[in-house]
């Protein structure tokens, strides 16, 4: 399973304490075990699982679907996991009172109990914009932040309310996994679009629509955050990291990576 994996130490943004992002994590695959903390944490935590997954407070912890959702409260009881097979997840600690207040202030946003997410995108996004405000700027701004995190609980209200974006059909969701997973070949919005049975311009636009922006981009995406995280193993060289990725010319892959993370790919590895 191709992964990408963020973990990041920020005691308080920009040195303010109300808003402070422990550690995140995007698609983190894990091998076959069960994570008990009958204490939980001292912080927020956010988690979806991107696979079947047990999920809740022991001894109530259930077997949940994939794309299930649930934000634990400082001090709640975790259990989560599988013992049967790998499980894959994303997930990020928040703390602070400017946190808190958004919690607290979002109705329609269960806490301590898991719920299907059928956007699952939503908090993919939301953790991807974090992470590229935490790594693409050397002081992060925490208003930034706090506008994303207010935007992802709204979002998440109005999806979990049935009256946010709509359910995405079983062959998109298909396309999307053939990408997370086959983002470094050539890939060709015609052959997409055939694996939909629709045109190229209505493929375009419903892709859109599902996932927030459009396919290539999407992919762009998904290119630049594996690029970065091969950029912290010191010992490949920039044009191999390029290359992996699906991008034979180096050029063209440090343009599109400073214009995600407003660095070059040397200054990002020296920076991190």
Known sequence: MNTTHYVVTQPGLAGDPRLAIARLGIHEAMPPQIVHRPSGNTDYLFMLFHTPAVVGA??????????????????QSHCYGSARRHWDHSWIHFAG????????????????RPVPLAQPHLFERF?????????????????????????????????????????????????????????????????LAGRTFLS???FCALFKRYYGRPAIDYVVGLRMQHAAFMLRDVNLRVKQVAESVGYSDLYHFSKLFRK?????????????
């Open 97 to 112: 009172s400017t946190v808190a207040r958004l919690v607290r202030d979002t109705r329609g946003v269960p806490r301590n």
């Open 200 to 202: 190229v311009p209505r």
């Open 260 to 272: 995600r993370y407003g660095v070059s790919p040397r200054a990002y590895r020296r920076g991190v």
């Open 58 to 75: 022991a001894p109530g912890a259930a077997d949940q679907p994939a794309n299930t959702f649930i934000l634990w409260e400082p001090g």
């Open 127 to 191: 953790l991807e914009a974090v992470h590229g405000e935490i790594a693409g700027h050397g002081r992060p701004d925490p208003v930034i932040i706090a506008n994303t995190l207010h935007t992802l609980l709204r979002e998440l209200a109005r999806a979990l309310a049935g009256g946010g974006e709509q359910l995405v059909p079983d062959e998109f969701s298909a396309v999307k996994g053939y990408l997370d997973t086959h983002y470094q070949l050539p890939l060709r919005l015609t052959d």
